[in-house]
């Protein structure tokens, strides 16, 4: 059979799949910008999600194909080469290194994507593609890839094919997720425990800017560096330190006057930030819900004057949900420059604070709102 090339022919495979995935995004409570810095994170997946399907087509082609984009595009098997485009990269990033590892096992397919998953919005609609696609190529060829390969696989496709040289919490959160729960993961050794997200009478409501800076992947990367500038300097003084998120604050600051002013500023919120997981983490499980949300708001202050990674846009919305009576915690979420809020907002007042951020901003930017008040779901799985 030949490889899908138009449109007509990518909606018969749709009906008529091998493989189907379901692949989600994710949310993080708290911890932002400590994955890669071996801190505490907790994210979860979320019920917005990205759908692939999947058919073997006989040949040594691969026909991907995006609904949202309604654009396709062709991976030649014999020659997988990082692309000028960058959504192939998930693709191509995915395909190159499943074949390093387990060489001739896949074999051409068709593929489409649709997804929920609004680009840019800081819900990692890159991950949720790049764990699906992998999951996929899983099941069609049957190569037994384990659940950490699924979350290494797609990192290093982030890292090498797209560019951004992102931690492993959204990997692991698309893979590891499960319905109802927050996932709590020390980065620094990837262990995790699964906790129960109560927080009932509050609802988790993400109010998207519908902005996304194009420095987010520039300034993400310097961030990296930055942040490893800040460790090198603290091993020359405390080598027991593997990790930036270790440092205890009091040590931190006797680098006030050592270190370049931005990069001590990096390195303090490191600290704070993830004492403040731990902090955060501890309010939740005792059912201290408002010291929680407190935490939510503390960090976005941190990400703002200290990470120096969130926008105008968004601190709107956060300084507007700070006023608002029923939300009890707010903050940017993700690699920041756009992107969503989190806020935790009371079930009584979620369609007024929806309502009423949307007009506020709109006044502002003149920009439209969207919002999604989400679930907590599976992580990535085969539904066909
Ligand atoms: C992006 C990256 C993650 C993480 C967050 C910030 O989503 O992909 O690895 O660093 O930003 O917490």
Redesign the pocket.
Known sequence: MEGVTDKKSFQTTFQDSDVVIESPG?I?LI??????NGGQ?LPAAINLKVRLNFKKNGTRKCNCYSKNYDNHFEIDLDKVEISEKEWHNYFLGVVHFIVQAHPNKIKGFDCIVESDLPIGS?I?S??ALECGFAKGLDALFSIGLSDDELVTIS?DA?HHFVG?K??????FAVVKGKKGKLIRLDCNDLSFQYIPANIEPYSIVLLNTNVSHNLATSE?NLRRQECDEALIAIQEKYPEYDVLAHVPEVKAKEFESILPFKIFDRLLYVVQENARTIAASEALETGNLEAFGQKLFESHEGLKNLYK?SCGELDFLVDFAQEYKGVIGSRM????FGGCTINLVHKDRMDSFITEAALAYNLKFNIRLSSFTVAIGDGVKRIK
């Open positions: 994710r993080n911890g932002e910008h400590l994955d890669y994170v800081g990692s890159s991950a990192r982030e951004t992102c931690g492993i919490m959204d990997q993400y990674v979420m993700g690699g920041g």
